[in-house]
C-alpha cells in the first residue's frame, strides 16, 4: 500500500504535502564532531516519506507503518508521549516551544527503509524531518542550518548526546555528494564522489554493552590532555583537541605522562591522537575524492579503522572482523568501522557496478567465520530533507 493509501485509511482524510528525509552514512570524520573537528557524511536514498495534512488543533498524530501504530500528542502536552519512536517528533516541538515559536497541529503517515540500530541515522532523520516539515507547514521560514540545530536539540531532549553531524547532513545532503562539514563553525562544503565508488553498509547486528559510557571518558581523558596544552601553550587559545596539531600533541607527550604516569598517560596520549588525525584525513580525503585517487581513499579508510581500534579503542572482534574480510575481495576500495563502536557497522566502498556481489561475498563469509547473520546495504547518495 503507498504512503497516500496508507494515510487516508488512517485518518479518513487524503494528504495535502509529502517529504522526503534520508538517513546517512558518514565516509570519514569519526569520533571528532564533538571535539569541535571535521567530518564528511552523506545522505543516503535510505530514508523516510512523509504524508502530511495540517491540522487546526494542537494535536500531532502519526501512523508509523514499521510499527503499525498511530501514536499521538498534544502541543500543549506537558508529559512524554508513551510512543518511544514518537519522542523524536515532540522532542522538536519541545524546541520550538523553548523559542516560544508557535505552529499548529499535523496528522502524519511515515513510510520509512532505514534500518531502526543500523548506524544509518533513523532517529536523526525522524527528528531533522520533522523540524523541516514544521517550519515549512508554519512557514517559519527556518533555514537549514537551524533546521539541523533544531533536530540535535530534541534528539538531546530525547536524552542522546550525541553531535550535530547526522542531523546536518540529513539537513544539508545533495545526491552524488559528501557534505564536509566544520562542526564548530558550521559550515558545510559539498564534496563530489566519483562515479566509480559504491557504498555498501555491513551491519555486524552486534552490539557489546558497556557498563559506563566509553564516550564519556574518552572525552574526560581528552579534557585531561587539553588542559596539559593550555598551560604549555598557553597563548594558544585552546578550547577543544580541534585546536591542537599533531605536532603539538607530541611535543606534550612527556607532560601527560608526567602527570598520569607512563600506562594512563599512554592512553590519554592515544586517545586525543585519534580525533586530531582524524581531522587531516578528512583533510586528505577531500583531496582523494576530487581526483578520484581510489588508492589514497583506501588508505584513509584503513588508516582510520586502525586508529579507531588501537587509538579510540572502540572497534570490537566483530567489527575487525568484517574489516579483514572486506580486504579479501578485489572489489573492495577501502573499509573500516563506522559509529560508536562496539559493534555496529562498517563502510565499504567498492569499485563501480560490484556492490551487490560484494555484499554477498561479505555476508556468506562473516557468517561462515563467526556464525552471524549481517546485513548489507548498498546505499545511494541522496538529497537532503525536502518537499516532494
Not at 545522505?43 to 495540517?54: E, F, H, P, S
Not at 550535530?164 to 540529513?170: A, E, G
Not at 575481495?329 to 556492490?355: D, Y
Request: hydrophobic share 35%; charged share 30%; net charge positive.
Amino acid at each position: 500500500m503507498n504512503i497516500e493509501s496508507l494515510f487516508g485509511e488512517k485518518f479518513k482524510n487524503s494528504p495535502e504535502k509529502y517529504y522526503w528525509s534520508p538517513g546517512r552514512v558518514n565516509i570519514i570524520g569519526e569520533h571528532s564532531d564533538y571535539h569541535d573537528g571535521l567530518v564528511m557524511p552523506a545522505a543516503i536514498d535510505l530514508g523516510i516519506t512523509w504524508a502530511v495534512r495540517k491540522r487546526n488543533d494542537n494535536k500531532i498524530r502519526v501512523y508509523s507503518e514499521k510499527f503499525d501504530e498511530v501514536g499521538e500528542f498534544s502541543i500543549l502536552d506537558k508529559k512524554r508521549t508513551k510512543f518511544e519512536w514518537l519522542l523524536y517528533l515532540q522532542g522538536v516541538v519541545e524546541v520550538l516551544k523553548k523559542r516560544n515559536i508557535k505552529i499548529k497541529g499535523v496528522d502524519i503517515a511515515l513510510h520509512s527503509t532505514i534500518p531502526i540500530g543500523s548506524g544509518l541515522s533513523s532517529s536523526s532523520s525522524l527528528a531533522t524531518g520533522f523540524a523541516f516539515i514544521l517550519s515549512d507547514l508554519n512557514n517559519l521560514k527556518l533555514d537549514r542550518k537551524e533546521i539541523a540545530k533544531l533536530g540535535c536539540e530534541a534528539e538531546w531532549w530525547y536524552g542522546t548526546t550525541g553531535g550535530i553531524m547526522d542531523q546536518y547532513c540529513i539537513a544539508n545532503g545533495k545526491a552524488g555528494c559528501a557534505v564536509l562539514i566544520d562542526c564548530r563553525k558550521l559550515e558545510h562544503e559539498l564534496i563530489e564522489i566519483p562515479k566509480k565508488i559504491e557504498i555498501v553498509v555491513f551491519e555486524t547486528t552486534i552490539r557489546h554493552k558497556q557498563i559506563n559510557s566509553p564516550f564519556d571518558k574518552r572525552k574526560k581523558q581528552a579534557n585531561e590532555v587539553i588542559k596539559i596544552a593550555q598551560e604549555v601553550f598557553p597563548q594558544k587559545n585552546i578550547k577543544k583537541l580541534r585546536d591542537l596539531s599533531e605536532k603539538n600533541l607530541s611535543s606534550i607527550r612527556n607532560n601527560i605522562i608526567d602527570r598520569f604516569g607512563k600506562k594512563d598517560g599512554d592512553i590519554y596520549f592515544r586517545r586525543a591522537l585519534h580525533p586530531i588525525t582524524e581531522n587531516e584525513r578528512v583533510k586528505r580525503m577531500k583531496v582523494a575524492l576530487q581526483k578520484g585517487d581510489l588508492h589514497a581513499i583506501g588508505s584513509i579508510l584503513s588508516q582510520s579503522h586502525q586508529s579507531l581500534r588501537n587509538n579510540y579503542a572502540v572497534s570490537c572482534r566483530e567489527l575487525d572482523c568484517a574489516i579483514e574480510i572486506s580486504h579479501s575481495f578485489n572489489e573492495l576500495i577501502g573499509s573500516r568501522m563506522v559509529g560508536g563502536g562496539f559493534g555496529g557497522c562498517t563502510i565499504n566502498l567498492v569499485k563501480k557496478g560490484k556492490a551487490r556481489h560484494f555484499a554477498g561475498l561479505l555476508e556468506d563469509k562473516f557468517r561462515r567465520i563467526t556464525g552471524i547473520k549481517g546485513n548489507s546495504y548498498i546505499c545511494r547518495t541522496s538529497d537532503g530533507v525536502k518537499r516532494i
